[in-house]
């Protein structure tokens, strides 16, 4: 039952680097988000766009991860877009108070219509 | 294949039977299991709490829950699984987690088991705005989205190395 790591797939559209997370989201996914997210740092981008899979399984392990990795964004002034995720986890995503420092879109053309505008 | 004591104990009939609860370590009691009652017993390692989703969610559609509340369940016996591995059985590979559903007056009624002593005291609610700035650490969502999600929590000590998480939705809810 182990998990597998996941894969993350970056890319840049425009300003805007998109961290395409493949697989669930635990604690065991600390190494792969961490590691993705330091690669972003030579190009320093303003906005940064998280997708999941809309079937993930995340759980308050993988919360924790991703709040640390938020925590990161907030002391470097990055703007953050999130998609794919399912209608549960969106209610989730609020309840802990993700949304108070990201933004959740209802699909990727979305987010990066949005945030392109951003300044 | 899987290192798995998998005890799924369902009974068509409505006639009552006796089953142990198989918690390694302990001494074994008896519990009524009829038709609308199933347990699952799992391994101490992590992962295996999905084997809990996949079953008390198909138990859960059967007895008529939708599949927003489905997905509040899946989340709520998952982190209470996984409290249980990390905290309650604090990891150790012998140890078991037994996981019990019963739907009864029209609500399902989940007990989550360990072999630990139970919560020194039940978490606060995690401040977001507190972890972002680094001055709590990224702990207590766990409790907090079961006690978010499902209708009652209730921590229970039950003896020396055994403690219960009691868990009730509503089917109405």
Redesign the interface.
């Known amino acids: 039952m182990n998990q597998r790591p996941n894969e993350i797939k970056m890319e840049s559209h425009g300003d805007i680097i998109l961290m395409d997370i493949r697989g669930d989201v635990t604690a065991s996914s600390e190494p792969s988000l961490n590691s993705a997210y330091t690669s972003t740092k030579e190009s320093g981008p303003k906005k940064i766009i998280l997708k999941f899979e809309d079937s993930a399984y995340i759980n308050s392990g993988g919360i924790a991860v991703l709040i640390q990795v938020l925590a990161q964004t907030r002391r470097n002034n990055q703007k953050i877009g999130i998609t794919g995720l399912s209608d549960h986890f969106k209610k989730v995503f609020n309840m802990v108070g993700i949304t108070k420092f990201a933004t959740i879109y209802p699909s990727l053309q979305d987010a990066l219509s949005a945030m392109s505008a951003i300044s | 294949m899987?290192d798995i004591d998998f005890l799924f104990s369902y009974s068509p009939s409505s006639d009552y039977y006796l089953s142990d609860l198989r918690l390694r370590g302990l001494k074994a009691e008896k519990t009524v299991l009829d038709d609308q009652t199933v347990e699952l017993n799992l391994p101490n390692?992590?992962?295996?709490e999905?084997?809990a989703?996949g079953g008390l969610a198909a138990f859960a559609k059967s007895v008529g829950f939708s599949s927003?509340r489905i997905?509040?369940l899946k989340?709520s016996v998952?982190?209470a699984c996984?409290n249980a591995m990390q905290h309650g059985n604090k990891g150790k590979p012998e140890a078991r987690v037994l996981v019990t559903a019963k739907f009864e007056d029209n609500a399902l009624w989940i007990s989550v088991f360990d072999e630990g002593n139970g919560l020194k005291a039940e978490p606060k609610d995690?401040d977001?705005?507190r972890?972002?700035?680094?001055l709590d650490p990224?702990?207590g969502?766990?409790v907090?989205?079961m006690r978010?999600l499902m209708d009652e929590v209730e921590f229970n000590k039950r003896s020396n190395h055994r403690h219960e998480v009691r868990m009730r939705m509503k089917l109405s809810g």
């Open positions: 899987l390692k992590l992962g295996y999905r084997i989703i927003p997905e509040d989340t998952a982190e996984t995690p977001i705005e972890i972002i700035e680094n990224p702990v969502f766990g907090f989205l978010r």
